[in-house]
């Protein structure tokens, strides 16, 4: 069965860590870009940060210098370092995964919610004191 796992949100205080984890099984990571995608109550889902098949990272300005996406193509996992957390991070955080050249410049480039994007189930992370 094809299918991405998420794992490592949880409670955390302002100025902390997390790492999640996105775990692909069913498939092989190596040829397919990999985003992270999060969701606050009443907003919608907004590009966080992206990883492609050539290693080529890009990042919401939102942030920037706090996040750092990262892949192990031996794991079959794709991490999202998260530092400095701030209560405006608090989200559900999906990873979602393309193969094809124009749904990786979507999604990458233009962090774009599209059809083609196979997503995971999310993990909550919630910061506050």
């Known amino acids: 069965q094809v299918q991405l796992a998420e794992s490592g949100g949880g409670l955390v205080q302002p100025g902390g860590s997390l790492r999640l984890s ?20 009443g907003k919608e889902r907004e590009g ?21 996406i990262s892949r192990d193509n031996a794991k079959n996992t794709v991490y999202l370092q998260m530092h400095s957390l701030e209560p405006e991070d608090t ?3 999906y990873c979602g995964a393309v193969h094809d050249a124009l749904s990786v410049q979507a999604m990458c480039n233009g962090f774009r919610d599209i059809d083609t994007i196979l997503w995971g189930h999310g993990t909550l992370v919630t910061v506050s004191s």
């Open 48 to 68: 966080v940060s992206c990883i492609n098949y050539n290693d080529g990272e890009t990042y919401a300005d939102s942030v920037k210098g706090r996040f750092t």
């Open 91 to 93: 989200a559900v955080y």
């Open 22 to 41: 996105c775990a692909a099984s069913g498939f092989s990571l190596d040829y397919y870009a990999i985003g992270w995608f999060r969701q606050a109550p």
